[in-house]
């Protein structure tokens, strides 16, 4: 009698056991993320979440650069921020300043390297000797003080517009190299 008393209890409890899994494999599937970007499955675990974040690199007393952005998710372990509606100012001598904007942007804060990102409207990089740059797509290197991209990129000013894949420039010294695909056209200055 004792035998078949705890048999049927074992009995009991695994199938119970059984249904209580089956709802904990429901529920997690059911609220389980969906196929969209991957950085706004790991912004829910980021360590903070910040309304404003601002970051300035100086050299001594000089400003060499500032990151602003609208609002930013912060992750300790990978020594990164993922940033939203990101403004990028570079300071330069004698009160020269290139300022670019992004919708979306990733910083490295243990190499102060970052990455600016515009799904819509390209990223517009104003110099002061009267050229702009136009790409999607926008990396800072700072080891080598250097901006970088892969993408699709397009130089406009004094009458001419350069279009090619890939960059490598810098910033202070306005010496910019389209990497591939080189096309050159001649506009006429309005």
């Known amino acids: 009698m004792w035998e078949i008393f705890a048999r049927r209890t074992l009995l009991s409890l695994s199938v119970l056991l059984t249904i209580f899994l089956g709802y904990l494999l429901f529920r997690n599937a059911a609220s389980a993320p969906s196929s969209g970007p991957l950085s706004s499955v790991s912004i829910e675990e980021a360590d903070a979440k910040l309304g404003e974040f601002t970051f300035t690199q100086s050299k001594g007393e000089t400003v060499e650069w500032q990151i602003r952005a609208k ?33 979306e942007g990733t910083f490295n804060t243990a190499t102060k390297d970052f990455v600016l990102a515009n799904q819509k409207a390209p990223i517009v990089v104003q110099t002061r000797s009267g050229y702009t740059i136009y790409t999607n797509r926008l990396e800072w290197i700072e080891a080598v003080q250097e901006i970088r991209t892969a993408a699709p990129v397009r130089i406009v000013g004094h009458g001419l517009e350069i279009r090619g894949q890939g960059l490598m420039g810098r910033i202070p010294s306005e010496e910019f190299e389209i990497l591939q695909d080189v096309h050159v056209d001649l506009v006429s200055a309005s």
């Open 71 to 103: 609002q930013a998710r912060l992750f300790e372990q990978e020594k990164r921020a993922v940033l939203r509606e990101v403004v990028l100012t570079f300071y330069g001598g004698a009160g020269d300043e290139v300022t670019v904007q992004g919708e």
